[in-house]
């Protein structure tokens, strides 16, 4: 296995070609939401609101639908509808943005954490961690089609072959399960090894890319052979990894080492071998531990939640330089860019 070497922030960025522009409300830079997981209350944030950004409206999800503590949130693209999980209970539920309400609930197993959506946004994967088992939600009939167990402990999904295989973190398993999607079942075709505690996962380039918080590192996995290619160091305690819109770089949040790491995953194999890294800076005498990020639609903008501090960081990627800290609810958890 080789280990990534460590380059120039900037050097990596001017690499990374343009993206497309996104439909979504503020051109996909712009606006996003966020979960408060301590105060039940999901938002939407303006990051170029006032002087330092602000909160456009929220909402008490644990008034409007019985959510309490909302764990991870999924945009529809274009940004009419938020999906956000529900860990303290077992549902799901779905946001009309420009209404400002909570539109529709559907239930899932206990504790749902990580969701994706998939199939052109009319399906949705949620990782049920509190009863060892994902979910299959039809957003056409608002229901679940159907669930199937993994273990142990299910929290990161991400999905490939065009919504036909679905990638889930066991993270008190350690492993990686590669699972055949269909439409009224779901059957496991591997189960990788990849490391202690794995979080987050995304599918690109035809790999698996899973952050695995005990160690230290990201497992590459290649999703064909099921079989572990590579292990990037990266800082400490890796939380959650996010995808620019073309798939061809990730940012990895290092919860414990107070940084974030940029790796560029497309091109030639000594291409995908850079990593930039940059500091997440402090609150007052205390550093910061980033949780989850999400990139804007032209990559030039990353955002992430320190939930300890009760802030959003915003970050200019090309310089790894902090733009603003917008103090939003408590325990800011899920984050993603409309776009």
């Known amino acids: 296995m080789r280990m990534s070497r460590m380059l120039s922030l900037a050097a990596l960025v001017l690499a990374t ?8 409300p503020g051109g996909g830079n712009r606006l996003l939401m966020t979960t408060y997981w301590g105060d039940d209350r999901v938002a939407l944030i303006d990051i ?19 959510c309490l503590k909302p764990y991870d949130v999924r945009v529809t693209k274009g940004g009419a509808f938020a999906f956000v999980s529900c860990s303290g209970g077992s549902h799901v539920i779905a946001i009309d943005i420009a209404a400002q309400q909570v539109a529709y609930a559907v239930g899932t197993g206990g504790a749902p954490r990580d969701l994706q ?27 679940e089609l159907y669930e199937f167990p993994v273990a142990v402990q299910p929290y990161g999904v991400a999905l490939t072959d065009g919504g036909k295989t679905a990638l889930i973190t066991g993270w008190a398993s350690g492993d990686l399960h590669i699972v055949t999607l269909g439409e009224t079942s779901a059957k496991t075709r591997a189960v990788v090894p990849v490391g202690l505690l794995p979080y987050t996962v995304i599918a690109s380039q035809g790999r698996a890319y ?39 770089n990730i940012l990895v949040t290092n919860n414990r080492s107070n940084s974030l790491s940029y790796l560029n995953v497309a091109g030639s ?40 501090a009760d802030q959003i960081v915003v970050l200019d990627v090309a310089s790894g330089k902090l733009e603003r800290v917008i103090q939003g609810g408590k325990a800011p958890y899920g984050i993603e860019f409309l776009r």
């Open 117 to 143: 959506l998939f199939d052109n946004d009319r399906k949705l994967i949620v990782a049920n961690s509190g009863s060892d088992t994902v979910s299959v939600v039809d957003l056409t009939t608002r229901k």
């Open 269 to 308: 194999a000594e291409e995908q071998d850079r990593i930039g890294t940059f500091g997440a800076g402090s609150h007052g005498t205390t550093q910061r531990q980033p949780k989850n990020a999400s990139l804007s639609a032209d990559g030039a903008t990353a955002v992430f939640t320190d939930l300890a």
């Open 17 to 24: 070609p343009a993206l497309s522009a996104s439909t979504a």
């Open 48 to 66: 170029n609101g006032r002087a330092q950004g602000e909160e456009l409206w929220s909402i008490d999800v644990a008034k409007a639908a019985d």
């Open 210 to 248: 899973v952050a695995v918080n005990a160690e230290d590192r990201v497992t590459i996995v290649d999703i064909k052979t099921a079989k572990v290619a590579e292990h990037l160091a990266v800082g400490r305690g890796p939380w959650s990894l996010a995808a620019s819109l073309d798939g061809k």
